[in-house]
């Protein structure tokens, strides 16, 4: 069995509107490791949802993917049929949208909808699969189910809503579940919940999760590694721990000094000085270096720079001048 599930090679992305082109995704790199999470953490606009809908292939009409690779299990997923790709989508690598209440169907049911889900996939019959969906809503600690069956998105709460999902979306037990910012909508009882449901999935069914968040407090909950997006590119990658605490890239290092340390829990990303630069034209320099505080000549004469592990460090960074306490 492959120990990495999923491999993200260069993947890079652009939407194109009427007049504006968008380098949301810039050869974005990571692995995901089998029965493990990782955490995709940036600021908004850093292309997190979008290298979440590129893997499932699900972006909207004016995205394009410009190049790159994303093997699942092995097999080249740009390369499949749509019809490849259905056998896929659901039932082995599933997502929780970013926004619980657009991603359910506002018309049909809640009981119906995660029936749908069975019958499309399983050979089960409407009323094996209407037993099934309450047991279902049951199991993701929704009160009440057979209420909740009846109601329609508008009538449960942002929570439930994130529960109904995780609930379809996990209905198939996919090897894989894409989890886009599930707590951020939700109030903090809700969101360790929510947070602690995810964590029995990897545990109890060993589900690998891609967890994008921009609460490093989630990360160090949550995470095993974590990929820290800017711009549209991934600028450091590695184990949690050793990421959080030895941050190599500025980036990372600003962000993480603005976290409350002494408590631990960490909490959403701050703002640091400067803005992050517009994704109108592919980078030819690292981006980062309006906002950076250790610009050298090079930087500003070469290419981005690669994700690579310097010397003796046990994790990867995009920079000239990383920040090393060796
Ligand atoms: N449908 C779209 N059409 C045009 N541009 C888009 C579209 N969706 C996203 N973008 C742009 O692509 C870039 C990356 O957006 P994306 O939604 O992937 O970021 P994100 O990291 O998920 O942000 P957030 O934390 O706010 O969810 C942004 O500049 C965004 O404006
Ligand atoms: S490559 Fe240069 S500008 Fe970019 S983050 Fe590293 S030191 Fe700063
Ligand atoms: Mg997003």
């Keep these: 069995m492959n120990e990495t599930i999923v491999s993200v090679r260069d993947l890079s992305v652009r939407y194109r509107t009427k007049d504006v082109t968008t380098y949301a995704a810039d050869h974005v790199s990571f692995d995901l490791a089998r029965g493990k999470v990782l955490a995709l953490v940036g600021e908004s606009g850093s292309g997190k949802s979008t290298v979440a809908m590129a893997l499932l292939r699900i972006l909207p009409t004016q995205a394009t993917i410009t190049g790159g690779s994303v093997l699942f299990d092995g097999r080249e997923l740009m390369d499949m049929s749509d019809r490849e790709l259905r056998g896929i989508r659901g039932r082995r690598m599933a997502m929780i949208f970013q926004d619980p209440i657009a991603g359910l169907n506002p018309v049909i049911s809640i009981g119906d909808q995660v029936a749908e889900t069975l019958t499309s996939h399983l050979q089960v019959n409407k009323k094996e699969a209407k037993a099934r969906a309450l047991t279902i809503l049951r199991e993701v600690g929704l009160p009440d189910p057979e209420r909740v069956a009846k109601a329609y998105p508008f009538q449960l709460s942002g929570g439930m809503c994130q529960r109904v999902m995780i609930g379809i979306a996990t209905a198939l037990d996919p090897e894989v579940l894409i989890a886009d910012e599930p707590t951020s909508a939700l109030d903090v009882t809700v969101q360790a919940q929510i947070l602690h449901q ?35 590119r991934v600028i450091e990658s590695g184990a949690t721990r050793e990421m959080l605490t030895r941050p190599l890239h500025p980036y990372s290092h600003a962000l993480l000094a603005t ?35 250790k610009v050298m000549n090079v930087c500003r004469n070469e290419p981005p720079p690669a994700l690579v592990r310097p010397e003796g460090a046990n994790h990867d960074v995009a920079c000239y001048n990383p920040i090393w306490r060796g």
Excluded at 274 to 280: C, I, N
């Design 259 to 293: 976290l409350p340390r002494l408590d631990g829990a960490g909490g959403p990303l701050h703002a640091i000085p400067g803005a992050p630069p517009s994704l109108s034209e592919p980078s030819e320099r690292c981006p980062f270096i309006p906002r950076c505080g």
């Design 198 to 232: 995810l964590q029995q999935l990897r545990e109890k069914r060993g589900t690998t999760i891609l967890l994008i968040t921009h609460d490093f407090g989630v990360v160090a909950q949550a995470a095993d590694e974590v990929a820290v997006m800017y711009a549209g």
